[in-house]
C-alpha cells in the first residue's frame, strides 16, 4: 500500500524487537468467541483517479442548497456569505492557526477575535463578549449554568425556546444538579404571567429566545422586569442573528446574559456544522463567564498590542477553578462572522434584515391566502413564521422535494398537537418568484 510508512520487513523488525512472531498475537488477549473468524470484506486498494471517481460518485446522492430552493430555518439559515470570506479563511494563518498562547506573536489572530468580540458587544448591546463558543446550544447551556452560580439552582426556559437548545440544557443541567422548568408558551409568545407562578427564592433565570423557534418576537422589557424584580437573570438567546439588524438589542431591553448562534454570517449550513455560538454579558458578570477574552493594551514601546485578557477555562488555571469545561474556541468560524459583518456594515446589516423580513411577510401573506393553508399565530415575526397544512407535513415535503424545494419543519416532532404545523422559513437570498412557486405548488395540493 504506497500510502503506509512501514514495510513487510519493518513490521516483522518490530515484532522481533517486541518479541511477539506475528501482529495475530498481539491482540491474544480479546477471546476468540469476539474476534472475526473470516477476512473482513474490504475492496483492495484503488488508485486515485478511482477513488476520486468513487467519491464524487457517492457525493451525487446528495442534494445540497445549490441544488435545492430552501424554506428549512430552525436555527441554520440559508444566508449569502460574500465570496471572498471563503477565500480569505483558506490562508494558512488562519487556518491552522490554534490557540494564541503567545500573543508576541499571534497579534493577528488576537486582533481578529477582538474585532469579533467589539461586533457582538455592539450587535447584542453588551459590555463584554468572549472568544467564542461550540455553537448557540451550549453557549445557551453555559449562560445557565454561569447564572447557577449565584447559589440558586432552578432555570425556568420557554417552551417557544428551541427544543434542541432545551435537550442539551437538560443534558448538562442533569450532572450539575440543576433544575430546569419548561414554561409553555402562549399563542406562539413567552408571557410574563406565565413565568410568575413558577418563580422561587431558587430561580436563577428566566431564558427566552428573540425571535422565538417560532419565529415571533418576545417582549423582553416585561419578561426582564419580572426576573429581576424576584432576583433572577434574564438569559436571552438568539438563534438568527440577522434579526438584531433591525430589533432592539436584548441589551437595551433589559438582558443579563446573550447566548446565540452565529452561524448566519459567513457560515455556510454546513450539514449541520460546524458552527459558532457567541456569549456576552454585563461587566459585572466577567469573572463567571467561560472560555477566553482577548483584551486591548499597550506594549513596551508604547504601541497598542492585544493579549489573553481573562482565561477562565481549564487548561489555563486549576480545573476546580474553572467557570467550564470548554477548551477550545470556534475562531474560524467566528473568523468567517467577523468578515461578513465587516462587509455589510450597520447599514448592510440592516438591509438584510429587512430584506428578511419583506420576503417572509409576503410568503406568508400568499402562503395563509391559499384554502389549504391558515396562520397558526397572529404575534410579530421576523423571518420564520408557523403555518397549518390541511394535509400531511412530510408527505408534503417529499412532493415538494420532487419539484427541488425544500419544504419547512413539521413541528409534530417537538410539539404534541402540531401535527399538521409547519415553520416555514424566508431569508434575503429567496427570489418572488421562488416564493411564488412554492405558493403555486402548495395551491397544486
Given at each position: 500500500m504506497n500510502y503506509l510508512p512501514n514495510t513487510d520487513q519493518d513490521r516483522s523488525e518490530m515484532l522481533r524487537a517486541i518479541g511477539v512472531g506475528s501482529v495475530e498475537e498481539l491482540f491474544g488477549d480479546v477471546p476468540k468467541s469476539i474476534r472475526p473468524q473470516k477476512p473482513m470484506a474490504i475492496p483492495h486498494g484503488l488508485s486515485e483517479f478511482e477513488v476520486k471517481k468513487l467519491v464524487k460518485g457517492l457525493s451525487k446522492k446528495n442534494?445540497?442548497?445549490?441544488?435545492l430552493t430552501c424554506f428549512l430555518g430552525a436555527g441554520a439559515y440559508d444566508h449569502y456569505a460574500p465570496s471572498f470570506v471563503g477565500q480569505l479563511l483558506l490562508r494558512s494563518e488562519f487556518y491552522t492557526a490554534y490557540t494564541p498562547y503567545q500573543p508576541e506573536i499571534s497579534q493577528g489572530t488576537l486582533q481578529a477575535i477582538f474585532e469579533y468580540q467589539t461586533m457582538i458587544c455592539e450587535l447584542t448591546g453588551m459590555d463584554i463578549s468572549n472568544a467564542s463558543m461550540y455553537d448557540g446550544a451550549t453557549a445557551m447551556t453555559e449562560a445557565a449554568i454561569m447564572a447557577c452560580e449565584r447559589k440558586k439552582n432552578e432555570i425556568?426556559?420557554?417552551?417557544?425556546?428551541?427544543p434542541e437548545y432545551r435537550e442539551v440544557l437538560e443534558t448538562y443541567a442533569k450532572s450539575l444538579g440543576i433544575i430546569v422548568k419548561v414554561v409553555e408558551h402562549v399563542n406562539g409568545l413567552s408571557t410574563a404571567s406565565s413565568f410568575e407562578s413558577l418563580l422561587t427564592n431558587q430561580t436563577a433565570a428566566i431564558i427566552v429566545q428573540y425571535p422565538n423557534f417560532f419565529g415571533n418576537v418576545e417582549d423582553l422589557r416585561a419578561l426582564a422586569e419580572l426576573?429581576?424584580?424576584?432576583?433572577?437573570?434574564?438569559?436571552?438567546?438568539?438563534v438568527e442573528p440577522v434579526a438584531l439588524g433591525i430589533l432592539e438589542a436584548p441589551g437595551k431591553c433589559g438582558a443579563d446574559i446573550v447566548a446565540g448562534e452565529g452561524?448566519?454570517?459567513?457560515?455556510?449550513?454546513?450539514?449541520?456544522?460546524?458552527?459558532?455560538?457567541?456569549?456576552?454579558?454585563?461587566?459585572?458578570?466577567?469573572?463567571k463567564i467561560p472560555g477566553r477574552i482577548v483584551g486591548e493594551t499597550v506594549d513596551n514601546r508604547g504601541r497598542r498590542a492585544y493579549v489573553l485578557t481573562l482565561q477562565?477555562?481549564?487548561?489555563?488555571?486549576?480545573?476546580?477553578?474553572?467557570?467550564?469545561?470548554?477548551?477550545?474556541?470556534?475562531?474560524?468560524?467566528?473568523?468567517a462572522a467577523t468578515m461578513t459583518l465587516?462587509?455589510?456594515?450597520?447599514?448592510?446589516?440592516?438591509?438584510?434584515?429587512?430584506?428578511?423580513?419583506?420576503?417572509?411577510?409576503?410568503?406568508?401573506?400568499?402562503?395563509?391566502?391559499?384554502?389549504?393553508?391558515?396562520?397558526?399565530?397572529?404575534a410579530p415575526f421576523f423571518n420564520e413564521f408557523v403555518i397549518r397544512l390541511k394535509k400531511d407535513p412530510e408527505a408534503v415535503n417529499q412532493a415538494l422535494l420532487q419539484d427541488?424545494?425544500?419544504?419547512?419543519?413539521?413541528?409534530?416532532?417537538?410539539?404534541?398537537?402540531?401535527?399538521?404545523d409547519v415553520l416555514v422559513c424566508v431569508t434575503e437570498i429567496r427570489s418572488k418568484e421562488e416564493i411564488d412557486y412554492l405558493v403555486e405548488r402548495l395551491g397544486g395540493m
Open positions: 442534494r445540497s442548497l445549490e441544488d425556568l426556559i420557554s417552551s417557544a425556546v428551541h426576573a429581576h424584580a424576584n432576583g433572577a437573570l434574564l438569559i436571552t438567546t438568539v452561524q448566519s454570517f459567513g457560515n455556510s449550513i454546513s450539514f449541520g456544522g460546524p458552527y459558532l455560538g457567541f456569549l456576552a454579558i454585563k461587566e459585572r458578570y466577567v469573572r477562565a477555562r481549564e487548561q489555563h488555571i486549576r480545573r476546580e477553578k474553572a467557570t467550564s469545561n470548554i477548551c477550545s474556541n470556534q475562531a474560524l468560524c467566528a473568523l465587516a462587509a455589510l456594515g450597520k447599514k448592510g446589516l440592516r438591509e438584510m434584515a429587512e430584506l428578511n423580513l419583506q420576503k417572509a411577510h409576503y410568503a406568508f401573506k400568499k402562503l395563509t391566502a391559499l384554502p389549504n393553508v391558515e396562520p397558526v399565530f397572529n427541488n424545494i425544500l419544504g419547512g419543519l413539521p413541528l409534530k416532532r417537538f410539539y404534541p398537537g402540531m401535527e399538521n
